[in-house]
């Protein structure tokens, strides 16, 4: 049996612990940095297969990592399982219909993210055994991607430093390598301090906290026009002072969302965010706390191991999907406008033809792994794999898990990254990051050619985009 076939082989033989993990996590759709039961769930079949588990990393009571062998080459392959709020979905219902009322649900499909990259590490460990293959090869399970940047401190605890090579995927419409980069975000609470008095009888004696939260938007949004054009500010008040108009309000904060195609860009922005701030609390002569909660780089993928995990995905093959995966993404299908279809259908360029995209505006799932194609363009979202991009070569993939025009963080995700759709997806994930860890670990010209061109990234060294004494929000 050759090097393919054997890998496959190896996911296929565990498939029932892949999914029922999965199934663990989708159903416990905990939020970020509480994923206590899925995290388990994971660490149950970690330990179950002979990796050696450590807790606690980066200071989270959910981050872990699951260890099998020693030395190098060392991989790492990265799992997540963090739900969202008010996505909760029954599996596989094609109409609105909540699990639980105003509960949580994997609107993101992580619990598919988690369990697939956990069918790899365990097919790579199989194949270590069978073949001698000598090295490591690690589990990361990274807690709060959605909101907190587990991997952000774990990045700056070192966590990836010492590895060669690290794959991660994320469910999607889609089968094929990231060849984009994203943005780097900052996210910073300002909260102002000013004083009360009676709106009418003496205003002079107040100090609005409110007022200068409103003025700091105003200036921020003057300072559009002087961003990169890729840069983006959003912002959300979360506390007004109160509600009674005929007081001055001597308490109010915004949370704001920076963010550029580069880390060292976020850094400069957030400087000159903090001005405005600052020149609001001069205005309106309040008191003003800077509080910064999380951030994260820009995903830089390594055109390297892009193209290995690219070679891999299209050696192992798309998901297999049948005659009922198909019918139920079609009964997805139907309820979506024709903007969200063509939404999801850009997202296939530049890696599939027009030809191909044109048989996608009627074909439920994508069926076909396209090769890697590395491009300029910034994806305008976030993630927190780029600081694991910052700290070592990185590279990951998009499968297929739910329909062509499903939107992101929707009750659809949730129920068909509970249904057999999902499934599929995150096995022919975990074979092909399995297959790409094989492949770089067999071949060290490889990883000294990803590490060579790491180093050109910020002089290969990790850059935290949040100061030291900024702790996760647990």
């Not at 399970?141 to 959605?146: D, N």
């Not at 102002?192 to 609005?208: E, W």
């Not at 997805?332 to 191909?356: C, N």
């Amino acid at each position: 049996m050759d090097k393919v076939a054997q890998i496959k082989q190896f996911v296929e033989d565990k498939k029932d612990l892949i999914i029922d993990t999965s199934m663990k996590v989708w159903e416990a759709a905990e939020l970020g940095f509480q994923e206590t039961k899925s995290a388990d769930a994971i660490i149950a079949a970690l330990k179950a297969e002979g990796f050696e588990v450590t807790t606690g990393l980066g200071g989270i009571p959910t981050a872990f990592k699951g260890v099998f062998g020693s030395g190098h080459p060392a991989v790492g392959i990265l799992g997540e399982y963090d739900a969202l709020p008010s996505l909760s979905q029954k599996p596989g219902c094609t109409h609105h219909d909540e699990l639980v009322a105003g509960g949580n649900g994997h609107g993101c499909g992580h619990n598919a993210l988690g369990a697939g990259s956990l069918g790899a590490v365990i097919a790579v460990k199989e194949y270590m055994e069978k073949n001698g293959l000598k090295g490591t090869i690690e589990y990361y399970g990274c807690p709060g991607e959605e909101t907190g940047s587990g991997k952000m401190f774990m990045a700056r605890e070192g966590c990836f430093d010492h590895l060669d090579a690290a794959f991660t995927w994320h469910p999607g419409n889609a089968n094929s390598v990231w060849g984009i980069s994203s943005l780097a975000n900052v996210c910073i609470f300002f909260k102002f301090k000013g004083k009360t008095a009676h709106a009418a009888a003496a205003p002079h004696l107040g100090r609005s906290a409110l007022d200068a939260c409103e003025i700091m938007s105003v200036g921020t949004n003057y300072l559009r026009e002087h961003m990169l054009p890729e840069e983006r500010v959003h912002y959300a008040y979360t506390d007004v002072g109160g509600p009674a108009p005929n007081v001055v309000q001597d308490h109010a904060c915004v949370f704001y969302y920076m963010r550029s195609p580069r880390v060292s860009q976020v850094l400069a922005l957030c400087e000159r965010v903090k001005d405005i701030a600052r020149g609001a609390a001069l205005i309106t002569g309040t008191e003003l706390e800077i509080q910064i909660s999380d951030g994260l780089c820009d995903y830089q993928p390594n055109t390297v191991l892009s193209k290995a995990l690219s070679d891999a995905f299209l050696a192992t093959g798309a998901p297999e999907f049948d005659d009922a995966d198909r019918a139920l993404a079609a009964q997805f299908r139907k309820g979506y406008s024709d903007d969200e279809v063509e939404a999801s259908l850009k997202r296939l360029r530049p890696q599939y033809t027009p030809e191909q995209i044109d048989t996608y505006r009627t074909a439920p799932l994508v069926e076909e792994v396209a090769p890697f194609v590395k491009t300029d363009y910034v994806q305008p979202g976030s993630t927190d794999v780029g600081d694991v991009s910052y700290a070592c070569p990185t590279a990951q993939l998009n499968a297929a898990c739910y329909a062509n025009g499903t939107p992101g963080h929707s009750w659809q995700v949730t129920a068909q990254c509970g249904s057999s759709i999902a499934h599929k997806g995150l096995l022919a994930a975990a074979k092909a990051m399995a297959l790409a860890s094989v492949n770089v670990m067999e071949d060290p010209e490889t990883l000294q050619a990803a590490r060579a061109e790491f180093n050109k990234l910020a002089g290969g060294k990790y850059i935290c985009p949040v100061p030291d004494d900024v702790v996760p929000l647990l």
